[in-house]
């Protein structure tokens, strides 16, 4: 008898799940090409506010996106792990990369709160009102993918997730790796390509 | 018919195993070094206050799309996928792309800079 995962039979051969997830990826790049243009429309336009060459602090950034990239090499470490029928490497790796999306999730709070105490509100222009926008969809990406991986983690301490179940990590993992990629898209476009200053 | 159809099985887990047959956690720390050394390299280009913008922005975009190269390849597993996933996945990427590019020259962001 063959594992789950691989057991469904279908008509192209591979995994729906797979295929609907890779087909939801590619829908969402349109998403923050949206907010993205927006954003690099709106960048120069801070009327009386804060610009975003002003505001902008890169070192602190700079760790933060550090940190998400490694939560891709953890993740995809716990999807080896249960490959391997690693259960306890699976659930130590789950834990390590939803703590890292956590300190960033931590890191960006932080940072918005900075903005509003130097008077960088939503509403302050449009390039705050694109730069929240786009920011903070993405922190709503990384919040629900640590729910996310919060819930397999319960679910191995449980003892339901084994091997045969690792497509519901690589799935999850799939999702994970493209947030980290849409956060080194913005960490070079918004934050290291000089930005106008007031 | 018994024989066949296991034969049959056993081609199918064959095909699959090829398919899915994914590099090994040595191989995903190297990825992860060299992703960790492009970083330190983008995040370098800010204290380098000297660096030309017709320079800077064409090295910051270089390195930005090896670092995504190597995450949707590597860690994404495309590299070792069936290729329908990245048709898919790039499909999305171009469309938004060019569609983003239209709208950008659109309201002449090209121009304004």
């Known amino acids: ?198 | 018919m018994s024989t066949e159809t296991e034969h049959i099985v056993e081609s199918d887990k064959s095909d699959d195993e090829h398919v899915h047959e994914h590099p090994s956690d040595k191989k995903y720390f190297q990825i992860a070094g060299v992703l960790a050394i492009l970083t330190a390299l983008e995040v370098g280009t800010y204290f380098f206050e000297g660096i030309p913008g017709e320079i800077l922005i064409p090295l910051l975009m270089i390195m930005m799309v090896v670092k995504f190269f190597y995450v949707a390849a590597w860690f994404m597993h495309l590299r070792f996928d069936n290729s329908l996933f990245m048709k898919f996945f790039v499909s999305g990427l171009v469309l938004a792309s060019v569609v983003y590019a239209v709208f950008l020259t659109v309201f002449e962001f090209w121009h304004k800079g």
Request: aromatic content about 14%; proline content about 3%.
């Open chain 1, 1 to 198: 008898m063959t594992d789950q995962t691989h057991s469904e039979e279908t008509s192209t051969g591979i995994s729906h799940n797979k295929l609907g997830m890779w087909v939801f990826l590619g829908s969402e790049c349109l998403l923050f090409g949206a907010l993205i243009s927006t954003y690099l429309l709106y960048r120069g336009r801070f009327a009386d506010g804060p610009a975003p060459g002003d505001i902008f602090d890169i070192p602190f950034t700079s760790v933060s996106s550090f940190v998400l990239l490694m939560s891709s090499l953890t993740m995809v470490l716990a999807l080896s792990a249960l490959q391997r029928g690693d259960e306890r490497n699976n659930r130590l790796w789950l834990l390590t990369t939803a703590l890292l999306g956590a300190v960033f999730v931590g890191g960006q709070v932080y940072e918005f709160t900075t903005f509003l105490r130097e008077g960088l509100g939503y509403k302050t222009s449009p390039f705050s009102s694109a730069f929240f926008t786009l920011t903070g969809f993405h922190g709503v990406h990384v919040s629900l993918g640590v729910i996310f991986l919060m819930s397999l983690y319960v679910s191995s301490v449980r003892g339901n997730l084994h091997k045969e179940r690792a497509e519901t990590v690589e799935l999850i993992g799939l999702y994970w790796h493209f947030v980290d990629i849409v956060w080194i898209f913005i960490f070079t476009v918004i934050y290291l390509v000089p930005s106008p200053t007031s």
